[in-house]
């Protein structure tokens, strides 16, 4: 009996062993979240043909203030507040400036009256430089302002005396998702045309082969940007009426030359093909 004993002790000890040898030996199982499985999916990367957006997102960085905006040379109040899709004079407001609306380089500006940060009384200058921001005396100004103030345009409405921005145009498609962006089929050597009569308030390149930006205000409420490659034929503070060239067209690296044409009103961007004839 005894032996039996000690043979039966033997046999499950030997089974116990072995037990703990395979559950050693075996892998173990994944852990993970007892209900769905976690999926991180690569990020896509969208491309478009054209601009995505007007919103200068470096000025803002340059700032170091989210809702400010870091005057550059050239900028203008009313090209400004169209980046950013808001009305000049709203920003105006925000920042105590009047008729002419003159601004200077190194200025900060308030994109609307609840941003934080230090923005610059009509007239002041500041300098951000290096993410901090270092006011000079009010007695010393930059040598030159960003602008030399804006020309004055009638303050009536915009019924009338559109035109399309080109002679003659190809396949046009219109992007509603895309800051209600008309795209326009062009050829090169086609010059792109004034929409209607006003002042250029941004005419500025993107870089070598980029294409360029320019902005016309054609009253209180209007503004009209175009974007595409080739030649700026007009100068920001140029006085421009409808149908006259603005931009001679170049071909791009493939395809036929694109212009893509914006209208905003009341800083709201609005549908070109409402307007046009």
Known sequence: MTNFSNRACWRWGLLALL????????PRAPIRDQGRALQIPEPEIVRDSGPVTFQPFEDDAVSG????????????LHAIAFMYGVDYREVAAANNLSPPYTIYVDQELKLDADATGSAAPSGASVAAQSGSIQRR???????????GGQIPLSAGSSS?????????RGLTNYRPDINNR????AKAGDSVLAARDGEVVYSRPFGDGEGSLLIIRHDNRYLSAYTQIGRVLVETGERVTAGQPIVELEPPDSGPPMVY??????????????LLP
Not at 19 to 26: I, K
Not at 182 to 185: A, T
């Open 261 to 274: 044409f914006n209208v905003q009103r009341d800083g709201a961007f609005v549908d070109p093909t409402v």
């Open 65 to 76: 203030t989210p809702g400010i905006h870091l005057v550059r040379e050239g900028d203008t």
């Open 182 to 185: 008309l795209d326009i089929e």
């Open 137 to 147: 005396p009010i007695d010393r100004r930059p040598s030159a302002p960003a602008t």
């Open 19 to 26: 037990a703990v040898l395979v559950s050693c030996g075996s």
């Open 160 to 168: 009338g005396g559109w035109q399309w921005p080109l002679a003659e």
